[in-house]
């Protein structure tokens, strides 16, 4: 059965891409493939950084729906994404996610654990009413925005799109679709050939505040 994410070495970056249907929704089967790849990028030495990227233009990632009866099944998803988003951004090398489309609930939080954001002018970020992020995806929020907005982004299921992502600092760059990729390897590139010190430290330090900041929330 094909995964539902892959990964490539492009030079000394490992490009992550998301593939699950049309919709990208994050359910066990992404998410154990997802979990599986970063454990594989993990054991190549020469990588230096990771891109995050959709196959679909239009979609980064996005809740999968839960069926009535599907309850016990949305637990196990749940833990599953809580590993997942650790995994992520305890990693030791930059991560950017290239944002090209909705990226909502658990699609939102995947792009919360990279270190970067850049995103297509489509782009739009937020939780689906009646959702709850992890802890971990809340304190990211919370570290970007403050606790006052992110509550509003959580609570009311607020949609935010590209350009007030931008000015909140969820996003770093927005760019047209076809530079996206382009834009996120160099920056990749030129994070990953930074004083490995100088980054770790950097690294740290923010992995620090998520973990301190998801005890408190």
Same mark, same amino acid.
């Given at each position: &059965?094909?995964?539902?994410?892959? !990964?490539?070495?492009?030079? #000394?970056?490992?490009?992550?891409?998301?593939?699950?249907?049309?919709?990208? +929704?994050?359910?066990?089967?992404? %998410?154990?493939?997802?979990?599986?790849?970063?454990?594989?990028?993990?054991?190549?030495?020469?990588?230096?950084? $990771?891109?995050?990227?959709?196959?679909?233009?239009?979609?980064?990632?996005?809740?999968? %729906?839960?069926? #009535?009866?599907? =309850?016990?099944?949305?637990?196990?998803?749940?833990?599953?994404?809580?590993?997942?988003?650790?995994?992520?951004?305890? &990693?030791?090398?930059?991560?950017?996610?290239?944002?090209?489309?909705?990226?909502?609930?658990?699609?939102?939080?995947?792009?919360?654990?990279?270190?970067?954001?850049?995103?297509?002018?489509?782009? #739009?970020?937020?939780?689906?009413?009646?959702?709850?992020?992890?802890? $971990?995806?809340?304190?990211?929020?919370?570290?970007?925005?403050?606790?006052?907005?992110?509550?509003?982004? &959580? !609570?009311?299921?607020?949609?935010?799109?590209?350009?007030? +992502?931008?000015?909140?600092?969820?996003?770093? #760059?927005? %760019?047209?679709?076809?530079?996206? &990729?382009?834009?996120?390897? =160099?920056?990749?590139?030129?994070?990953?050939?930074?004083?490995?010190?100088?980054?770790?430290?950097?690294?740290?330090?923010?992995?620090?505040?998520?973990? =301190?900041?998801?005890?408190?929330?």
């Amino acid at each position: &059965m094909p995964r539902t994410v892959n !990964w490539e070495l492009q030079g #000394r970056v490992a490009t992550l891409q998301l593939g699950n249907s049309l919709t990208n +929704a994050v359910n066990q089967p992404f %998410l154990r493939d997802f979990h599986q790849c970063l454990f594989e990028i993990e054991k190549q030495e020469q990588v230096k950084a $990771i891109v995050v990227r959709s196959s679909q233009e239009k979609v980064f990632a996005t809740t999968g %729906l839960v069926k #009535r009866g599907e =309850e016990k099944e949305s637990d196990k998803n749940r833990n599953l994404l809580y590993d997942v988003l650790k995994k992520l951004a305890l &990693m030791p090398y930059p991560t950017i996610a290239i944002v090209s489309g909705i990226a909502l609930g658990a699609g939102f939080e995947l792009a919360l654990a990279c270190d970067l954001r850049i995103a297509n002018e489509s782009a #739009r970020f937020g939780f689906l009413n009646g959702t709850c992020p992890t802890t $971990i995806g809340a304190a990211a929020l919370i570290d970007l925005i403050g606790h006052s907005r992110a509550k509003e982004v &959580m !609570w009311f299921g607020q949609t935010i799109d590209a350009s007030e +992502a931008c000015r909140l600092g969820i996003v770093n #760059r927005i %760019l047209p679709t076809h530079q996206l &990729m382009d834009e996120g390897l =160099e920056m990749a590139f030129a994070a990953g050939a930074q004083h490995e010190k100088l980054f770790k430290a950097g690294k740290q330090l923010w992995q620090k505040v998520i973990l =301190e900041e998801q005890k408190s929330y």
